[in-house]
């Protein structure tokens, strides 16, 4: 890949894939956690992981959200206006 905009773009890429796969097993954990607290009576250790896991899931999903759609965006940009290489 000669072209360093396109270089960068799949760089950010891949930080955004390994970020939603973070932040979406932080969900589905916080799920689970809260699954298993409900069906046990609500331990304390199983309502923190929750908690934690469920902060961390609103802390790091927005960005690589986003970013993941500008990316499209710009592909699909790329695409339609003729610089696909």
């Given at each position: ?11 950010i890429a891949r930080r955004v894939r390994q970020a939603k ?10 799920i689970v956690a809260f699954g298993v607290g409900f069906a ?46």
């Amino acid at each position: 890949m000669s072209d360093p905009v396109r270089a960068r773009r799949a760089r950010i890429a891949r930080r955004v894939r390994q970020a939603k796969r973070v932040g979406w097993t932080a969900l589905l954990v916080a799920i689970v956690a809260f699954g298993v607290g409900f069906a046990t009576g609500f331990p304390a250790v199983l309502v923190d992981v929750a908690v934690v896991a469920l902060v961390v899931a609103i802390v790091v999903l927005p960005v690589p959200i986003v970013l993941g759609y500008g990316i499209r965006a710009a592909e699909r940009e790329d695409r339609e206006s003729g610089h696909e290489r």
